[in-house]
């Protein structure tokens, strides 16, 4: 497709309960970020890949958040043992390059995870 | 986690009327990006600025970096309906950020039309 896709659109899980979103990256982006956004809040940055190599995962809130991009194209991100504070809506948005100058993140429609 | 200070919080205009917002932050940036957003879609970029002191325009948009690279505001100039959304300010590179892009985003203004 043209853009980044993500799904599923919508998740809802119980409290306790595993979960896995998707993010499909538009072809032959190498960086493709995570961020989490809360009710009212602006996006808040999780994780960074640069090709297939996590080089950075300081914004993940705990060890329940766990993100992966095997291949260096599709990534998941994928929360366990979900809580109430989880719930939120995770973005995932992907550019060219490696070194950002003038380069455009292009940002998926979201997931909203809602935990119960 | 960090957040840029945004203001307002909220706007409720009529149509036709002009609108500026703005944005702070303790950390200096290298590049100030302004982003709409509209319900159950992602971010999208509205204007990008690279350089501090920059002013750009894009059709009604107009949008400057500030000087000292701790601010930027937005003016949408004659607002129609269709403006209607959130507007995100976002900080990248420079002190506050990092090589590869991490964006820091301001907390949103939330803009109402009324025809």
């Known amino acids: 497709g043209a853009g980044v896709s993500q799904s599923p659109r919508y998740k809802v899980a119980k409290r306790g309960q595993d979960v896995a979103l998707r993010c499909d990256p538009i072809?032959?982006?190498?960086?493709l970020f995570w961020y989490q956004q809360a009710l009212g809040q602006g996006p808040e940055f999780l994780t960074y890949?640069?090709?297939?190599?996590?080089?950075?995962k300081s914004g993940l809130p705990s060890d329940r958040f766990f993100a992966e991009r095997p291949e260096g194209s599709v990534s998941t991100l994928k929360i366990q043992r979900t809580q109430q504070e989880d719930s939120a809506v995770y973005l995932c948005?992907?550019?060219?390059?490696?070194?950002?100058?003038?380069?455009?993140?292009?940002f998926g429609p979201g997931t909203r995870l809602t935990v119960l | 986690g960090q957040q840029l200070n945004q203001s307002p919080q909220s706007m409720f205009i009529q149509e036709g009327e002009d609108v500026s917002m703005n944005c702070t932050s303790s950390?200096?940036?290298?590049?100030w990006l302004w982003y709409k957003q509209d319900p159950g879609e992602g971010p999208v970029l509205l204007i990008a600025?690279?350089?501090?002191?920059e002013l750009t325009s894009n059709g009604r948009l107009t949008a400057q970096f500030g000087i000292t690279r701790k601010d930027s505001f937005l003016n949408i100039s004659a607002s129609i309906p269709s403006d209607v959304g959130i507007y995100f300010c976002?900080?990248?590179?420079?002190?506050?950020?990092?090589?590869?892009?991490?964006?820091?985003f301001g907390q949103g203004t939330i803009l109402t039309v009324h025809p």
């Open positions: 072809s032959g982006h190498v960086s």
């Open positions: 950390s200096i940036f290298n590049t």
């Open positions: 948005a992907s550019n060219l390059l490696r070194i950002t100058g003038t380069d455009t993140q292009y």
């Open positions: 600025l690279y350089k501090a002191g």
């Open positions: 890949f640069q090709n297939e190599a996590q080089l950075d």
């Open positions: 976002a900080g990248r590179g420079g002190a506050g950020g990092t090589s590869y892009g991490k964006l820091t």
